[in-house]
T-cell receptor, first 111, second 114 residues
Framework: QKEVEQNSGPLSVPEGAIASLNCTYS??????FFWYRQYSGKSPELIMS????GDKEDGRFTAQLNKASQYVSLLIRDSQPSDSATYLC???????????FGKGTTLSVSS | DVKVTQSSRYLVKRTGEKVFLECVQD?????MFWYRQDPGLGLRLIYF???????EKGDIPEGYSVSREKKERFSLILESASTNQTSMYLC?????????????FGSGTRLTVV
């Protein structure tokens, strides 16, 4: 069973700081990775995808992928209280047909 | 704007009942998925479908079945509801290979079996 692992948190950062969320995956064959944000009581929404080694930036969010070390990370710059949510990392299953999700990291941004 | 609609936000059913959870997408997506989400266990894949009348088992299909008679609709069926099926059920869809597109999720159905 291929796995995606995340620290459950909570990760607490002050407003304006950089939040760093990490994820490791077990299948070296995984090619694409996704970060979702889930507010309490809501469904997950896609923030970013990343396929290649290195960094990918979108506004205040930066996804980082290191296939050799099998980890993916999400950096949130200038964190805001509205960023307080659970962040889910996801990678494809072995067949490449469906996403496997980590259990999520809860982020709390204090004002 | 893309939309995945789950028919019920909250549902309470009795043990042994047959339960239908409906999911409709208006984006002409090929691939549709059912997950359940439980505290401490995360999102787990129940079933998915990549075409009309096609279905594949996910990681936890026991006690569930699915139906996809039309491209836009994917139904999850609990054949005989049990208390351990109390959970948040999330439907998702994807335009093509989800490797390229990721998923769009519905708003979820919180099912309680009593």
């Amino acid at each position: 069973q291929k796995e995606v692992e995340q620290n459950s948190g909570p990760l607490s950062v002050p407003e304006g700081a950089i939040a760093s969320l990490n994820c490791t995956y077990s299948d070296r064959g995984s090619q694409s990775f996704f970060w979702y944000r889930q507010y309490s009581g809501k469904s997950p929404e896609l923030i970013m995808s990343i396929y290649s080694n290195g960094d990918k930036e979108d506004g205040r969010f930066t996804a980082q992928l290191n296939k050799a070390s099998q980890y993916v990370s999400l950096l949130i710059r200038d964190s805001q209280p509205s960023d307080s949510a659970t962040y889910l990392c996801a990678a494809f299953n072995q067949a490449g047909t469906a996403l496997i999700f980590g259990k999520g990291t809860t982020l709390s941004v204090s004002s | 704007d893309v939309k995945v609609t789950q028919s019920s936000r909250y549902l309470v059913k009795r043990t042994g009942e047959k339960v239908f959870l409906e999911c409709v997408q208006d984006m002409d997506h090929e691939n549709m998925f059912w997950y359940r989400q439980d505290p401490g266990l995360g999102l787990r894949l129940i079933y998915f479908s990549y075409d009309v009348k096609m279905k594949e088992k996910g990681d936890i299909p026991e006690g569930y079945s699915v139906s996809r008679e039309k491209k836009e609709r994917f139904s999850l069926i609990l054949e005989s509801a049990s208390t351990n099926q109390t959970s948040m059920y999330l439907c998702a869809s994807s335009l093509g290979p989800a490797v390229d597109y990721g998923y769009t999720f519905g708003s979820g159905t919180r099912l309680t079996v009593v």
